[in-house]
């Protein structure tokens, strides 16, 4: 069993950058594939990125070219770079890990003013 801490959230002004960090404890994120998933209010839950056990990076379409995600296994932590933030990033990010069933982390604020 994994559990997963997300941090680096906070109030940005558009076109700025912020990296999120989700820290995992209980299980090494060298087992799993690991993403990013964010929730804007009265939105659905939307998928961002993933980054598989051997590092191959995925990316939604309308966050490709400015986020980046990446991993260290030795901190036993995924990262997600956002570059040149809009407004509409505005949302609650989630760290994921997958395997046989999905693991969630509470949730980091990004708020991205105009």
């Known amino acids: 069993q994994v559990q997963l801490v997300e941090s680096g959230g906070g109030l940005v002004q558009a076109g700025g950058s912020l990296r999120l960090s989700c820290l995992a404890s209980g299980s090494s994120i060298s087992s799993y594939a690991m993403g990013w998933y964010r929730q804007a209010p009265g939105k659905q839950r939307e998928w961002v990125a993933t980054?598989?056990?051997?590092?191959?990076?995925t990316y939604a379409g309308n966050v490709k070219g400015r986020f980046t995600i990446s991993k260290d296994n030795a901190k036993n932590t995924v990262y997600l770079q956002m570059n040149s933030l809009k407004p509409e990033d505005t949302a609650v990010y989630y760290c994921?890990?997958?395997?046989?069933?999905?693991?969630w982390g509470q949730g980091t604020q990004v708020t991205v003013s105009s």
């Open positions: 980054i598989t056990s051997d590092g191959t990076p």
């Open positions: 994921l890990a997958i395997s046989h069933r999905n693991y």
